[in-house]
């Protein structure tokens, strides 16, 4: 409480070095402090640029082939999109295998990027097309990584020792240390570790996974699935948000949420279904005049032939 007291009071003495900054009674809203008495489901979302408000979070799938809206879900909006990928990956896989239709590529921002959700999309043998987060570096600069000893090998020579496993941030992570003899006297201690006693490294589990699906997304294929992804996803948001009702959730609870979602992506999938029958129709007239226009000239040909 002490430390939310303290949030507000910067958060009331920086207002107006905010832009767009006009409430000077502003305060501090997290979903530790403050919730909807009305609408409980509903979270407050925090992102860089946007108010804090309450939210739902829409989870969307889209097939590139045609643009059809293939599996659309409301999640709360307090956690990462990374956190919901794998529940839309295991219905959206089963609807469609379902259907008779195999699933072997997924394309995502870097929202969706984690070292779990890389792990799993090769065990469900997906291969990913996501952009890793900019918090991953693979390593400290000037740094090698020996595998099969499980060390990281610093310049001068130094080894950084494999200690312990644990979980941080929901991320499963490797801690390694040096000991602090190796780094008391090393020339480049200060550039190092600065004021530290020992290097630390702390780094994934997931690196294999990450390292494989980065130098996917490095390739000319991957930039242009990248491009792919950009053309397929974003105008679908807009139509949902600007012509589809759902720039504004007027429902309360999170399955009268996914109700208003299901019906938005309906009704633009009928739109598609329309102009998809509109142009096969259009195609399939072509198709009969060009064939009885053959049939004609052939019948006319043969009526020449046998005509004594």
């Not at 979602?261 to 399939?284: P, R, V």
Request: proline content about 4%; some cysteine; aromatic content about 10%.
């Amino acid at each position: 409480l002490q430390g939310i007291k303290s949030r507000n009071r910067n958060w009331q003495k920086n207002q107006d070095q905010r832009p767009g900054a006009a409430n000077k009674g502003a305060k501090y809203t997290s979903n530790k402090t403050h919730y909807s008495p009305t609408d409980p489901d509903a979270r407050i979302s925090v992102k860089p640029g946007k108010a804090r408000k309450l939210n739902y979070l829409n989870n969307i799938s889209v097939d590139t082939a045609n643009h059809v809206i293939t599996d659309v879900k409301a999640y709360h909006a307090d956690k990462k999109d990374n956190q919901y990928l794998q529940d839309a990956t295991k219905r959206l896989k089963h609807r469609l295998k379902k259907q008779g239709l195999l699933w072997t590529t997924l394309l995502a921002d870097a929202g969706y990027s984690s070292g779990e959700n890389y792990a799993f999309l090769e065990k469900e043998n997906i291969i990913s097309y996501i952009p890793p987060h900019g918090t991953y570096k693979g390593g400290p600069e000037g740094f090698t990584f020996c595998k099969e000893e499980n060390y990281w090998l610093c310049p001068q020579g130094k080894k950084v020792t494999f200690r312990k496993r644990k979980m941080v941030t929901n991320s499963l992570q490797d801690h390694y240390l040096t000991k602090r003899s190796d780094c008391k006297n090393c020339p480049i201690k200060q550039k190092c570790i600065g004021k530290s006693f020992e290097k630390r490294i702390a780094i994934t589990v997931y690196k294999e996974e990450y390292e494989r699906n980065n130098k996917r997304v490095r390739s000319k294929f991957g930039k242009y699935m990248k491009g792919k992804r950009q053309s397929t996803v974003e105008p679908i948001f807009g139509s949902l948000t600007q012509f589809m009702g759902l720039r504004k959730i007027n429902t309360i609870g999170i399955a009268q949420a996914n109700k208003v979602m299901h019906m938005s992506a309906t009704a633009y999938n009928l739109k598609k279904l329309m102009k998809f029958m509109s142009k096969t129709a259009e195609t399939m007239t072509r198709q009969a005049i060009v064939l009885f226009s053959s049939l004609r000239s052939y019948l006319d040909s043969l009526e020449l032939v046998l005509r004594p």
